[in-house]
């Protein structure tokens, strides 16, 4: 079956970057629309970045210029490549991956950005 998977959180500080990774299996990812999603404590889910099948990015406001979103469809894997990382960003990181109609949620991975 599909399941996706991300991986790369942790603690940084204020300035640092981490690479996060969403891995596909079952599947392959050039199929998938995938969208990087956060929930900060105590906040709403919102849209970090996304990819969709032709390639095509998109990222919320408040990550523009320190975020990439880049696809290896060798590895089967989206990243997102963050920089300059603040403390506001400091969140769970899911990876959601569409086909169609159809939603493939990872566990989420944490990203604490703190001095």
């Known amino acids: 079956q599909v399941q996706v998977v991300e991986s790369g959180g942790g603690l940084v500080q204020p300035g640092g970057s981490l690479r996060l990774s969403c891995a596909v299996s079952g599947s392959i990812v050039s199929i998938f629309n995938i969208e990087w999603q956060r929930q900060p404590p105590g906040k709403q889910r919102e849209v970090v970045a996304r990819?969709?099948?032709?390639?095509?990015?998109d990222y919320g406001w408040s990550v523009k210029g320190r975020f990439t979103i880049s696809r290896d469809n060798a590895k089967n894997t989206v990243y997102l490549q963050m920089n300059s990382l603040k403390p506001e960003d400091t969140a769970v990181y899911y990876c959601?991956?569409?086909?169609?109609?159809?939603?493939?949620w990872g566990q989420g991975t944490q990203v604490t950005v703190s001095s």
């Open positions: 990819i969709d099948i032709g390639g095509i990015t």
């Open positions: 959601r991956g569409t086909v169609g109609t159809i939603d493939y």
